[in-house]
DNA sequence: TCTGGGGTCCTAGGACCC
DNA sequence: TCTGGGGTCCTAGGACCC
């Protein structure tokens, strides 16, 4: 049997860690920009603010409601994320973390014991040791515990736990086939073309169809709703394919040097990403856009990629090489609201990656300056030390964050206080 | 005025090989 | 009239996830 833990309204449960005030009331999470909602409470989905809605589209019902609005911070739901992971290992031989707020467990190889009492048991120690509350769906395969999951929210009245054992046929003739884990808009428009409402449906369609139109993926999915594990954990974590840095601004670049600035800025973060999985890039794409929201508006975007002789995690490297494809790309008269920086093809050190005939001597170099530069910045803080190139405050600068809250277990000086006096 | 960021996997089709 | 068989690699595009 597999479990699946996630955190209700995740990044609104960590806030509300540190203000237990804001318990029972609407609170929303927004984007970076303060510009959309990405996280909401019970009582701000009661209130019918959408995920992903614009915040200036709901600026009313904000202030009529007294909905409590804060900035996303990421530092803060990292670390709460790290947390309620580590608590989840005590529960199981082995684990997958799937997302931020979400892990697979794995029970197999576990002693006898029972099922419902020891998810009532995950759900209570991390509430009482991290302090946000999560639901937890067990079933036979992961798309199964994923289904018992959102049983398991979506029953407000419930203990937040629910088990799938066997005989859940019920359970699939009621459930929304848009709300089957790798079933999204294109398959649920597609499946209602062809009379497949639930979750049951899928089971009954045949497999050579679903193949076809749903290719292995949706087949899969049709097994695990099934009872046929064939989507196994990942319980060690892989390596990343591909990184990227990229950002919508708050107010839009025109020239090439604030450009510049911003996708060094990028390149610098892309390079740090790699150095901490230990993997270099061979290839590397900036691109810049215009608003494409803005009706009216000029619109222009451009992407240029090139490839490194000797796949390289040098910020030195990857800022010079942004600069070079800015150059090809930039064109002066646009308003770019958008940019970003790609880096592709990642070699790692075991997989043994091919050297260039060409490759320099400057690469041992390169490799311990990036080292101290990490450290310092490590220990000072992202960007104490950082190219020319890049700029002074930091490309946090071209965003906006005015609901920010305090950095409660990530910095000393913004770390709660308890109790009064001297 | 104002609209996020970061990923993965699969397939079809073209180019190429012998 | 009629024109083989078997394979690999790469890319763009489309789907999905949180």
């Known amino acids: 049997m597999v479990a699946l833990v996630d955190v209700n309204n995740f990044y609104v449960s960590c806030e509300r860690v540190f203000c237990p005030a804001l318990r ?8 970076n920009n303060d510009g959309c909602v990405v996280s909401r409470s019970d009582e701000a989905k009661a209130l019918q603010i959408g ?106 009245a419930g203990n937040g736990v629910c088990l799938l054992e066997n005989n859940w046929e019920s359970d699939l003739k009621t459930l929304d086939i848009s709300d089957v884990w790798g079933i999204g808009r294109q398959y649920t428009k597609l499946l209602h073309l062809h009379g497949i409402r639930t979750a049951y449906d899928l089971t009954q369609a045949n497999d050579a169809w679903v193949r076809k139109h749903l290719s292995v993926v949706g087949l899969r999915i049709k097994k695990e709703l099934e009872g046929e594990a064939c989507i196994h954990l990942e319980t060690d974590v892989p390596n990343k394919k591909n990184v990227g840095t990229t950002r919508t601004f708050r107010h839009p670049l025109s020239t090439k040097n604030e450009l510049g600035e911003a996708l060094a800025d990028f390149a610098a973060r892309c390079g740090e990403k790699l150095r901490k999985q230990q993997s270099s890039a061979t290839m590397l794409t900036a691109y810049i856009q215009t608003n494409h929201l803005a009706a009216g508006e ?40 958008r940019a970003g920086v790609l880096l ?79």
């Open 51 to 156: 995920m992903g809605q614009p915040v200036f589209e709901i600026r009313e019902l904000i202030r009529k409601n007294r909905v409590h609005v804060f900035s996303s911070n990421y530092a803060l739901y990292g670390d709460m994320s790290a947390r309620v992971m580590n608590t989840l290992r005590q529960f199981a031989p082995s684990l997958e973390v799937y997302s931020v707020d979400e892990s697979f467990l794995d029970f197999s190889g576990m002693q006898r014991f029972d099922l419902a009492a020891h998810a009532l048991n995950i759900r209570k120690t991390v509430w009482r040791w991290v302090g946000v509350p999560v639901c937890v769906g067990v079933g036979p395969t992961k798309v199964l515990a994923k289904v018992a999951n959102h049983i398991a929210k979506k029953d407000k």
């Open 344 to 422: 592709g093809e990642l070699v790692h050190p075991h997989a043994g990656g091919q050297m260039s005939l060409f490759d320099n001597l400057d690469h041992a170099k390169h490799t311990r300056l990036m080292a101290a530069l990490d450290s310092v910045n490590t220990r000072f803080g992202r960007n104490t030390v950082r190219t020319a190139a890049q700029s002074l405050g930091g490309s946090a600068r071209l965003t906006q964050q005015n609901r920010l809250s305090p950095g409660y277990t990530t910095k000393w000086k913004e770390a709660l206080r308890v109790g009064g006096g001297g």
């Open 24 to 31: 029972g009331q609407p609170v929303i999470v927004l984007s």
């Open 298 to 337: 000029q619109q222009y975007s451009r992407s240029f990629t090139l490839t490194f002789h000797t796949p390289t995690n040098s910020t030195l490297q990857l800022v010079n090489a942004a600069k070079f494809a800015l150059d090809k790309i930039f064109r002066a008269g646009y308003r770019y609201k």
